[in-house]
């Protein structure tokens, strides 16, 4: 959006800084030249990596890429199954899936079943976690914003669900990632 008048992100949102700090009233530097005061900084471009995490900290979500798709290699390494890729794996078979915490959602019919979606680059992944493994996970099932799971893939009718028996916090490994899901009872 700053394109367009000749400014990227990180200038903007430097210059809009240096504004809002301005004090009203300047005595003690009324000597000084405007000119210098307000040059502009020679600031490097934000990597896109940055640009994506300043855009889910404005907006909750970017345009330019999703934060997973930064570490799909090392993900890959770990033999962590994208989205996309899920439907051409066995039924029953053992996966690790990875990605950000879209929702929660623990129904008071589902007899203490948590169902999660979790969104990678390429989809949305639907986790089913049982009680005694949310309870066994709680801290990171509770309040981490992106998750690795572990589990059996299940497969119905081209409904696919991952029924997860292993937790781990991915959201250090996104930085200074800013998430909200949508948690419902």
């Given amino acids: 959006a700053f394109a367009s008048l000749d400014c990227d992100r990180r200038r903007a949102l430097w210059e809009s800084l240096s504004q809002e700090r301005r004090p009203q009233s300047r005595p003690l530097f009324d000597q000084l030249d405007d000119e210098d005061e ?19 900290a404005t907006a909750g979500l970017s345009l330019r890429a999703h934060p997973i798709s930064f570490h799909r290699e090392a993900l890959d390494q770990l033999g962590i199954v994208a989205a996309e890729r899920l439907n051409k794996l066995q039924n029953h078979r053992r996966v690790r899936v990875a990605g950000i915490v879209l929702l929660r959602q ?80």
């Fill in 38 to 56: 307000l040059a502009p900084l020679d600031l490097p471009p934000m990597p896109a990596e940055q640009q994506v995490r300043a855009d889910y």
């Fill in 106 to 185: 623990r129904p008071s019919t589902a007899k203490g079943i948590t169902f999660v979606t979790l969104e990678d680059e390429t989809g949305t992944i639907n986790l089913v976690v049982k009680q005694p493994v949310w309870e066994r996970f709680y801290e990171v099932a509770r309040t981490s914003p992106a998750w690795i799971a572990h589990g059996q893939l299940q497969s119905k009718d081209s409904v696919i669900h991952v029924v997860v028996d292993h937790l781990e916090d991915l959201s250090r490994s996104l930085g200074d990632l800013h998430t909200r899901s949508r948690d419902f009872r």
